[in-house]
């Protein structure tokens, strides 16, 4: 089980917005950054947003990062088919001493 | 190019072992921390180990401490995860993937491991 908590699912029509929340405690995100992954369906996992908020060169500015306490949310903007991917969260946790993934949402665009 | 290339996966009976070897091209493996992640069929993303650049220090998930080691050959320019005593809940696909301050850039293409009789 894991201990970074994500929505299973969201969906939103092409060109809106959608948020996903990554839910955590004080030894977890409370204390590090946060990285985002997206996976497409059977591909490597693609980082999206490392220090919680920056994006690697090539991520479309479309997606933002945010972290608040213990809590931390992805957002996707102007929506696009391409879009639709599972998307996780992850940070070092102290408790565990080892790094930690969310449990992960799908996307989709409907 | 950056590039991570696993092999070593297969069918393996639940008790037995396996060692999965990353072979890593253009970049030096020795500026980097290392890591391995997995995902079980149909599930999520699980971090199983990293090691230091000199491989001076380790770290596992719970579930794989004591079974499995993970270890580095900086000259060959290749990771490793030697798999010992393995159950049906180690079937995954293994990863491995560069971290640079605990994002991964770079990720193999994965390679499947399944324990079963």
């Known amino acids: 089980q894991s201990v970074l908590t994500q929505p299973p699912s969201a969906s939103e029509t092409p060109g809106q917005r959608v948020t996903i929340s990554c839910s955590g405690s004080s030894s977890n995100i409370g204390s590090y950054t946060v990285k985002w992954y997206q996976q497409l369906p059977g591909t490597a996992p693609k980082l999206l947003i490392y220090?919680?908020?920056q994006r690697p060169s090539g991520v479309p500015d479309r997606f933002s990062g945010s972290k608040s306490g213990t809590s931390a949310s992805l957002a996707i903007s102007g929506l696009q088919s391409e879009d639709e991917a599972d998307y996780y969260c992850a940070a070092w946790d102290d408790s565990l001493n080892g790094y930690v993934f969310g449990t992960g949402t799908e996307v989709t665009v409907v | 190019e950056v590039q991570l290339v696993e092999s070593g996966g297969g069918l393996v009976q639940p008790g037995g072992s396996l060692r999965l070897s990353c072979a890593a091209s253009g970049f030096t493996l020795n500026s980097y921390v290392m890591s391995w992640v997995r995902q079980a069929p149909g599930k999520g993303l699980e971090w199983v180990a990293n090691i230091k650049q000199d491989g001076s220090e380790k770290y596992y998930v719970d579930s794989v401490k004591g079974r499995f080691t993970i270890s580095r050959d900086n000259a060959k320019n290749t990771l490793y995860l030697q798999m010992n005593s393995l159950r049906a809940e180690d079937t995954a696909v293994y990863y491995c993937?560069?971290?640079?301050?605990?994002?991964?850039?770079?990720w193999g293409q994965g390679i499947l491991v399944t324990v079963s009789s």
């Open positions: 993937a560069r971290d640079l301050g605990g994002s991964y850039c770079y």
């Open positions: 220090n919680s908020n």
